[in-house]
């Protein structure tokens, strides 16, 4: 009766490996009447008893002689080695586990690991009949733990198939000889074409000019892959919509800026030049002296050719080149040529970026900046750096102190309901490269009063 009520409970634990061997120690104890029994099992480079108490390496003399002597051990009657350098080890491992009977336990040709029983609780040696009784064991528990693999791989692949079935449920299997007749988008198709060379998972998400949101991935068991896709149209004509509103959005203020920078230079120059051709025996108007004694037509030129010279920045903006530059010597450098006092740390700060847009960028800011003080011009400014985040969210954010500080559009902040005007075209210029290294230029409330924030990252 006890070795039918051991098969019973093995037979219905096999899903779970824990309980089972629980139940082939029972079954030493009780029917093979051991006072000890372990299970020594393979993990990687050495085998580990099921208590996690005892360990013997694939190297040792015991591992060695029971993968090449598929046979039970009995060290009461085992005579031993021909060489007494392995004998010894054997034995006094034994010894230490407390073990008289090794059963092996083999799988595909190899060692799987064994089953050590202690001495008999009665004291008496084992048997032949016992011996029997322990080979039968060890097969059965070779079988059982073949069928445990088996039923676990089985409710992996349950829960896989549960778990495509709930996130992936309208996903289609195409096979590799499937993939040229199949009846497929032809962005489907190129993605499951990718997927079958790479052997990875792919996303495609949804953004012109592609049609599709495809989801994609390898599926060995019939050499192809699974995919899902569905039309994207609203979410890219959403997509193109928001970039057509950017697009307007940027020439308008371009066009705000240029005729700001353009109509003071303008107006000058046209009013130098009425009175240039007035007839000079014609009497002047009052206040025309004075009038054309402030006209300076070499400084209205040098405005207009300052424009002109940042105008062709443009050209480098669409094409910027990305390198690695050290942010603290790039911004030093600049705050050395202009006396600004720096709060840098000493660490490098290495960033991806366009070294000479952003030198063109902070230039121009700084410019700006001493423009609209006229008697301090960047005197007691203090240039900060510091950085956030980690990773591609990694942020450098440069903060300009000081007082009465203001820049074109940002500071004082401007109306909402104003018409929007970016001043001086290189202040326009220096949002856009700024917006090219997913950064801004705010202002924020400083120590001593506002300050004027510039936050970036690398170029995208």
């Avoid at 054997?90 to 092996?104: C, D, H, K, S, T």
């Avoid at 202690?118 to 070779?142: C, M, N, T």
């Avoid at 506002?450 to 995208?460: E, S």
Wanted: proline share 6%; hydrophobic share 40%.
């Amino acid at each position: 009766m006890e070795s039918w009520d051991f098969l019973e409970s093995a037979l219905a634990h096999l899903g779970d490996r824990p309980r089972l061997l629980d139940e082939f120690r029972r079954a030493g104890r009780y029917i093979l009447k051991s006072g000890k029994v372990l299970f020594f099992f393979r993990q990687q480079d050495a085998f580990v008893s099921d208590d996690e108490a005892h360990r013997c390496s694939a190297g040792h003399p015991l591992s060695l002689w029971l993968e090449e002597h598929p046979a039970i051990l009995d060290s009461a009657q085992w005579p031993g080695t021909e060489d007494p350098a392995l004998d010894a080890p054997i034995r006094q491992q034994l010894q230490g586990w407390g073990a008289r009977l090794l059963v092996p336990l083999h799988g595909q040709g190899q060692l799987l690991g064994w089953m050590a029983l202690g001495p008999r609780a009665d004291g008496a040696p084992f048997r032949e009949s016992d011996k029997f009784r322990a080979v039968l064991q060890g097969r059965l528990l070779e079988r059982c733990l073949e069928q445990a693999a088996q039923l676990a791989g089985l409710k992996r692949t349950a829960d896989d198939s549960a778990l495509l079935a709930k996130y992936l449920p309208g996903a289609r299997l195409v096979s590799r000889t499937e993939l040229a007749s199949a009846d497929l988008p032809v962005e489907v198709r190129a993605i499951i074409g990718e997927v079958l060379h790479t052997g990875r998972t792919i996303t495609q998400p949804a953004r012109p000019p592609w049609r599709y949101r495809i989801s994609a991935g390898p599926a060995p068991e019939i050499d192809g892959a699974w995919v899902l896709w569905e039309e994207s149209a609203p979410e890219i004509e959403r997509i193109r919509g928001e970039l057509e509103q950017h697009r307007r959005e940027l020439f308008r203020n371009l066009g705000l800026t240029l005729s700001h920078e353009l109509s003071n230079p303008l107006v000058s120059l046209v009013t130098y030049s009425q009175l240039l051709s007035r007839d000079s025996n014609a009497p002047m108007p009052a206040g025309a002296v004075t009038l054309a004694r402030e006209v300076s037509l070499a400084t209205e030129i040098q405005k207009l050719q300052l424009l002109a010279e940042h105008a062709t920045l443009l050209g480098e903006i669409a094409s910027p080149v990305a390198t690695s530059v050290d942010l603290n010597t790039l911004l030093t450098e600049l705050a050395s040529a202009r006396g600004l006092t720096t709060r840098f740390s000493e660490e490098q700060l290495v960033f991806s970026v366009d070294p000479n847009l952003l030198r063109f960028a902070f230039t121009a800011i700084l410019d700006a900046v001493a423009a609209n003080r006229p008697d301090e011009g960047v005197k007691n400014l203090i240039l900060t750096l510091r950085t956030t985040g980690t990773g591609a969210l990694r942020t450098a954010i440069v903060t300009l102190e000081g007082k009465r500080l203001e820049l074109d559009g940002t500071l004082p902040l401007p109306d909402p309901n104003s018409t929007p005007n970016q001043g001086r075209l290189s202040v326009f210029l220096a949002r856009e490269i700024l917006r090219l290294h997913g950064g801004t230029l705010s202002a924020g409330p400083g120590i001593k009063s506002t300050d004027i924030q510039i936050a970036f990252g690398a170029l995208r």
